[in-house]
C-alpha cells in the first residue's frame, strides 16, 4: 500500500502544479488588457496566439503524463493482487485528463461497496493483473502510433533504431527498328531487340531520434547489391540472335539525414501536419566515367552492343529534399499523405565517358523531381494495421556538359514512377514492429515489383 500512497501523492502534486500554471497563462494576458484598457494591437494578438500555442502544448504534454501515471498505477494495482491475494479496498484518485483528452479516459470511476474493489472496466483504466495492466497500457492503439511513424514521424519515442530489407525486380524491353517500309507492308532492314533485367537488394539502417514532442532527426544508411542483365537481339546482323551480358555491383549507397518538425497536431478535421526537410550526400559510387565493355562493333566501328563493368550505387550528385506529410486518424481507419521536391545540385565530374581509351571531364545536372501520395490505413486491432497506399514521382530532363561545350539534355532521362503498395504493421513486442510493404510498379518507369521489410526497435 506504502506504492499506492507514493503514486497517489505524486499525482496530486502534479495537478496542482500544472492547473496553478495553466490559470495563470490564462488569467495573465487578460488582466494586461484590463489595465491597458485599449483595443487589441496587431502585437496584442500574437502575443495571444503564442499563449494559446504554449497553453495547447501544456495541455498534450499533461494528457501524455496524465496517461503515464495511469500505468503506473495499474502496474502497482496489479503488483498489489499478486503480492497481497486481494486488489485495493478503496479506489486511488487518479488525476482526469483535460477537455481535449480521448472521450474513453474521460469516464468517472463508480467505487463499489465497501471492502470490495472497483470494476475492472478497460476504460476505466484498472488491471487486476500483470496481464491486463499488459494489455490496458497497449489500449493507446500501437497500430496508430506504427503507421504514423511509417508516414509521418513519431515524436514521443526517444530512439528507434530500424533495419530495413528490400528487393526490387526491374524489367524492360525495348524494340529498334532500322529500315524502311516497302508498300507500305514490308519491312526492309534491322530488327534489334533489347531487354534489361536488374535485380537490387537494399539494406538500410536508419536511425530516428524524437529531440521534443515538435522535432524529430532522422539518418538513413543504405548498402545496394545490384545485378543487371543486358540482352540484345540482331547480334552479329543476325535477327536470330541474341548476345547476353551481365553485370553486379555492392557497396555503400547515398547517405541522407533529414528532420521533422511538427507544424500542427490533430485537431477536429484538420490532420496532424508534419514538414520534412532532408539532405542526401553522394557517398555511393556514381554512374559518370564507369568503363564499358564494347562486346560488338559494326563495319563503320559503330559500337552495337557494350555494358558497364560495374554497377553503380548512388546518383554522384548532393541533393535537398523538402516535403509535407499529413496524418488523419477517423477510426478505425487512418488518413495519411505526403507531397515533396526533391532538387539535386550540378556537380563537375572527372570523365563523362564511358569509353576507357577517352577523358572527357564536364558536370551534371540531373532534373529535379516532384513526387505526392496518399493512402489509407486500417486497425484491425491495437497491434496490428493494413494499408493500401499510392504514390508517384515525377522526374525532369537531365543535363550534361562537356568541359568547353554547352548544356545538352539527354533524351529519356526523364521519368514517371507510380506505384500501388500493399503495406501491414504488427507490433510484435512493447518495443519492435514488423512492417511489411508490397509494392507494385504502374508505369514503365517504375520497378515490377517492389518488396520491403522493416523492423523498427525502439529504445
Do not use: C
Not at 547515398?254 to 477536429?268: H, M, P, Q, V
Amino acid at each position: 500500500m506504502r506504492e499506492g500512497a507514493i503514486l497517489k501523492s505524486t499525482i496530486a502534486g502534479a495537478r496542482r502544479p500544472l492547473a496553478i500554471a495553466l490559470g495563470l497563462t490564462l488569467l495573465a494576458p487578460m488582466a494586461a488588457t484590463a489595465q491597458e484598457g485599449a483595443a487589441f494591437t496587431a502585437e496584442d494578438r500574437a502575443r495571444m496566439q503564442q499563449l494559446l500555442r504554449e497553453l495547447s502544448d501544456l495541455k498534450q504534454s499533461y494528457a501524455q503524463e496524465v496517461r503515464r501515471l495511469r500505468e503506473l498505477d495499474m502496474q502497482i494495482q496489479a503488483l498489489q493482487a499478486r503480492v497481497g491475494g486481494v486488489a485495493a479496498a478503496a479506489p486511488r484518485e487518479v488525476p482526469q485528463p483535460l477537455a481535449h483528452a480521448p472521450a474513453d479516459r474521460q469516464q468517472d470511476q463508480a467505487p463499489g461497496p465497501a471492502g470490495t474493489p472497483p470494476a475492472a472496466r478497460q476504460d476505466e483504466g484498472y488491471a487486476s493483473s500483470a496481464e491486463d495492466a499488459q494489455r490496458a497500457r497497449e489500449a493507446e492503439s500501437r497500430s496508430v502510433a506504427d503507421v504514423k511513424q511509417q508516414s509521418t514521424a513519431l515524436f514521443n519515442r526517444r530512439l528507434t533504431l530500424e533495419n530495413g530489407l528490400s528487393y526490387n525486380r526491374y524489367d524492360r524491353k525495348q524494340v529498334t527498328l532500322n529500315g524502311f517500309l516497302a508498300l507500305d507492308a514490308i519491312f526492309l532492314g534491322n530488327i534489334a531487340i533489347e531487354n534489361v533485367e536488374s535485380d537490387t537488394v537494399n539494406y538500410n539502417f536508419a536511425a530516428r531520434w524524437g529531440v521534443s514532442p515538435r522535432l524529430s532527426l532522422n539518418l538513413d544508411v543504405p548498402y545496394i547489391a545490384r545485378k543487371t542483365v543486358y540482352q540484345k537481339g540482331g547480334a552479329g546482323g543476325a535477327a536470330a540472335a541474341i548476345a547476353q551480358e551481365q553485370t553486379d555491383g555492392a557497396g555503400l549507397g547515398d547517405i541522407s539525414a533529414s528532420a521533422n518538425w511538427k507544424l500542427f497536431g490533430e485537431r477536429g478535421a484538420w490532420p496532424e501536419t508534419v514538414l520534412n526537410v532532408g539532405v542526401t550526400a553522394p557517398t555511393g559510387r556514381e554512374p559518370y566515367g564507369i568503363p564499358w565493355r564494347v562486346l560488338e562493333r559494326d563495319e563503320d566501328n559503330f559500337i552495337r552492343f557494350a555494358v558497364p563493368e560495374e554497377q553503380p550505387t548512388g546518383n554522384g550528385l548532393w541533393q535537398a529534399t523538402v516535403g509535407l506529410s499529413a496524418v488523419k486518424t477517423t477510426d478505425p481507419a487512418i488518413l495519411f499523405g505526403n507531397v515533396g521536391y526533391v532538387h539535386s545540385f550540378a556537380r563537375n565530374f572527372g570523365d563523362l565517358d564511358n569509353n576507357p581509351l577517352t577523358v572527357n571531364p564536364g558536370r551534371v545536372a540531373l532534373g529535379d523531381a516532384f513526387y505526392f501520395g496518399a493512402g489509407l490505413a486500417f486497425a484491425f486491432n491495437e497491434r496490428t494495421s493494413l494499408s493500401i497506399a499510392f504514390s508517384d514521382r515525377l522526374s525532369a530532363r537531365a543535363r550534361t556538359r562537356y568541359e568547353g561545350g554547352d548544356w545538352v539534355k539527354l533524351i529519356g532521362s526523364d521519368a514517371n514512377a507510380a506505384t500501388m503498395s500493399l503495406g501491414v504493421t504488427h507490433a510484435m513486442t512493447p518495443s519492435a514492429t514488423f512492417v511489411g510493404v508490397l509494392g507494385i510498379g504502374l508505369t514503365p518507369d517504375a520497378p515490377d515489383f517492389n518488396l520491403t521489410v522493416k523492423v523498427p526497435y525502439a529504445l
